[in-house]
């Protein structure tokens, strides 16, 4: 079943995951919800406070979780699941679901900051190159008024255990954030999130390069592409040498991978005498 509806009511995100409506890819569970649902349960997360960790599941998350058993189950297990790229509700529609909305790293950027202006939350930049978090701050301000910024800091490249470990431990707990976004690149965010949820931030999302995007660092595709699902075409053209790999290869595979999940899916509902 590609589609997990267990309960007939809208999902409350942060419950028990029966409750959730979700789609399968490749084994990894992304949760049915608009833009407004999404922006609603981020605040939901910071009303009713504790941890929660928010994945953002694009075509690398999939050939991540493909190859590591361990990565696909931290997705799986995160309180809130978005598909961040056209070609994941692409994906989704080709195995017979749909996926309701694109919800990428600034964009849940842009919700936080929203709701920071409005209610007064504070939110942490953690990660990126020095500076970029900072002037990524700045161009949200501009954007969307004044709002709470509880720390940023740039970590050195790296290991981030021992001393420096405890430095980030010490920095978020004198800081307390409402929100903390991780930009320390796809898996290892993510993973760092998971293991340091004892600090109790309501929501902590990795977002990968959206610092260097917001910041003005790295130019973001046009609309046309991000709506089209080119996106990818043009981060390649710009950066065809650290990328390459990435998209022609790994990306190919998952493509590969979801074509055979959609054949296999058919052959055991015609076993079943279903409709496929």
């Not at 997990?4 to 399968?24: D, F």
């Not at 990795?206 to 995007?213: A, K, L, N, R």
Request: glycine share 10%; net charge positive.
């Amino acid at each position: 079943m590609v589609v997990s509806t267990m309960a007939s009511r809208s999902p409350t995100i942060g419950e028990s995951p029966k409750h959730r409506q979700r789609v399968e890819i490749l084994g990894m569970q992304i949760d049915r919800l608009t833009y407004a649902e999404t922006e609603q349960s981020l605040a939901r997360f910071i009303a009713r406070g504790g941890a929660h960790q928010v994945a953002t599941v694009n075509i690398d998350f999939l050939s991540i979780g493909s190859r590591d058993p361990a990565f696909r189950a931290l997705v799986n297990e995160a309180d809130l699941v978005t598909a961040d790229g056209t070609p994941v509700r692409w994906a989704a529609r080709y195995l017979g679901s749909s996926l309701p909305a694109r919800v990428t790293g600034p964009d849940l950027i842009d919700m936080a900051v929203r709701h920071s202006a409005a209610h007064g939350s504070s939110i942490f930049f953690l990660g990126a190159a020095p500076g970029v978090a900072a002037a990524a701050a700045d161009a949200l301000a501009v954007k969307h008024g004044a709002f709470h910024v509880a720390g940023i800091y740039a970590p050195p490249m790296g290991r981030l255990d021992g001393p420096e470990d405890v430095h980030i431990r010490r920095l978020l707990g004198d800081a307390r954030p409402d929100v903390l976004f991780v930009a320390f690149g796809c898996p290892k965010q993510d993973f760092w999130i998971r293991d340091h949820r004892d600090l109790g931030v309501p929501v902590s999302a990795g977002i990968g390069g959206s610092f260097d995007y917001l910041s003005g660092r790295i130019r973001r595709a046009p609309r046309w592409a991000q709506r089209s699902g080119l996106e990818w075409a043009f981060r390649l053209a710009r950066e065809p040498r650290r990328l390459a790999k990435r998209y022609l290869v790994d990306d190919v595979q998952v493509l590969g991978r979801i074509g055979i999940s959609r054949f296999t899916r058919k052959q055991e509902a015609s076993s079943q005498g279903e409709r496929p």
